[in-house]
Each structure stands twice: as structure tokens, then as C-alpha cells.
Nanobody, 120 residues
Framework: VQLQASGGGLVQAGGSLRLSCAAS????????MAWHRQTPGKQRELVGR???????NYADSVKGRFTISRDNAKNTVYLQMNNPKPEDTAVYYC???????????????WGQGTLVTVSS
């Protein structure tokens, strides 16, 4: 199983950016999908999570600005970043729980990280 993240880059504060992360390989089912972020010297933190049923939860710092969504047919998770702020600058990682077979437990996979830089 591989996760391919894309969409990072430079964005102005108040603009918008969309991150994508596609899972591929031997996939039986996809459970929770999430985005985390990390800045130098800090722990990785959860940005948003979406369940297989579509329930979502967000970090307080991004509520009302970021939206997580998924396309189950494409095994892809998205993070729509509206009105980003300079403090949102970080490397963003996708994280997906995947079962590779019906008789195997779900395993947590991580994407390679994509850098988002928000300029003021």
C-alpha cells in the first residue's frame, strides 16, 4: 500500500489550497482517513479526521477554515484549506487506516508529507 500526497506549496494568507492523498495497492477496505501536520521542534498534531461513514472532527485551530473530505471510489482524502494563516505553515501528512484483506487487522499508513507555506 502506498499513499501519495500532493497539493502543497506557497499560498497567501486568506487564500485557499487543496491537499490530496491517494491510497493505492492491495486494499480491501479503507477506514478512517486523516491529515496531520508538523513544524520543526513540535509534535505532529491532528488537523482533521473523517470516518468511513463521513463523520469528521477537527483541531480547534482550523475549525471553520479547513474541510476534510473523501472520495471512497478513488481511495482519496482531501483537505480544503480556506483562509489559511501563517501559523498553518507546516509539513502536512495524510494518515489512512487500511485493511489489506478481510482476515487482517487495519494498519495505519502515512504519506510522505507535503509542505504548505502560508505567507503574510
Amino acid at each position: 500500500v502506498q499513499l501519495q500526497a500532493s497539493g502543497g506549496g506557497l499560498v497567501q494568507a486568506g487564500g485557499s489550497l487543496r491537499l490530496s492523498c491517494a491510497a493505492s495497492g492491495s486494499i480491501f477496505s479503507v477506514n478512517d482517513m486523516a491529515w496531520h501536520r508538523q513544524t520543526p521542534g513540535k509534535q505532529r498534531e491532528l488537523v482533521g479526521r473523517i470516518s468511513s461513514g463521513g463523520s469528521t472532527n477537527y483541531a480547534d485551530s482550523v475549525k471553520g477554515r479547513f474541510t476534510i473530505s473523501r472520495d471512497n471510489a478513488k481511495n482519496t482524502v482531501y483537505l480544503q484549506m480556506n483562509n489559511p494563516k501563517p501559523e498553518d505553515t507546516a509539513v502536512y501528512y495524510c494518515n489512512v487506516n487500511i485493511k489489506t484483506a478481510i482476515d487482517r487487522p487495519a494498519f495505519s499508513y502515512w504519506g510522505q508529507g507535503t509542505l504548505v507555506t502560508v505567507s503574510s
